[in-house]
Structures are given as C-alpha cells and as structure tokens.
C-alpha cells in the first residue's frame, strides 16, 4: 500500500520560511512526477511547484524565487522550500505523485493527507 505524508506546516510570520517534506513510503516500482498543490479555505486546489522524474521543476508565478522545491530519490522524499511566507498563502499544501506500482503498470496518482500552513502575525 503506497502512502505519502506530508510533515513540516506549521504557524510562521509573514515572511517567515517553512519546508515542507513528503515522504512515500511502501513498495512501488517508481515515481514518475512528484507536485505540490495547495488549497485554501473556499478556493481551488492550484499547483505550486511540479517536478518531473527527469528532474525539470516548475513553480506557479506566484512563488517564482520564494519557493523551491527538490528531491531526494533515495529517501522517497520530496521538499517544498518556502520563503517570504505572505499571509495569503494560508493553505492546505498536498503532495502529489505520479507512481507506477509495478513495471508493467502504468502510472497511477497518489495524495498526501495535507499539512496546514497558517501564515500569520
């Protein structure tokens, strides 16, 4: 059973920094592309950063330079750095993955359960 759990959200200032950590855990045979979403209080899920198996990384415009987001393939494990935290960005982040379970299967989306992240003075 494939799993992710989100750790790392918390109460920050504005302008404040958090890093957020996602970590897969069970047996699956590889992940093709990890992403972070979040979703505040009566809006859309929107995408943050995305980062594809090769390693390209996207991030939405609205955190270019604040945001920066890796992998550690080893650990399972993907990171959302973020910085010059501003008050609305108060959300529900998610990790996303794309896993394909076995290698005759294709590729299939996994959530996280979420971590609050509270931006406030």
């Known amino acids: 059973q494939v799993q992710l759990v989100e750790s790392g959200g918390g109460l920050v200032q504005p302008g404040g920094s958090l890093r957020l950590s996602c970590a897969a855990s069970?047996?699956?045979?590889?992940?093709?592309?990890m992403a972070w979403y979040r979703q505040a209080p009566g809006n859309q899920r929107e995408l943050v950063a995305s980062?594809?198996?090769?390693?390209?990384?996207n991030y939405a415009d609205s955190v270019k330079g604040r945001f920066t987001s890796y992998k550690d393939t080893a650990k399972k494990t993907v990171y959302l750095q973020m910085n010059s935290l501003q008050h609305e960005e108060t959300s529900v982040y998610y990790c996303?993955?794309?896993?394909?379970?076995?290698?005759?299967?294709?590729?299939?989306?996994?959530w996280g359960p979420g971590t609050q992240v509270t931006v406030s003075s």
């Open positions: 069970g047996s699956f045979f590889i992940i093709n592309a």
């Open positions: 996303h993955e794309d896993i394909r379970l076995s290698d005759i299967t294709v590729a299939r989306s996994f």
């Open positions: 980062i594809t198996r090769g390693g390209s990384i």
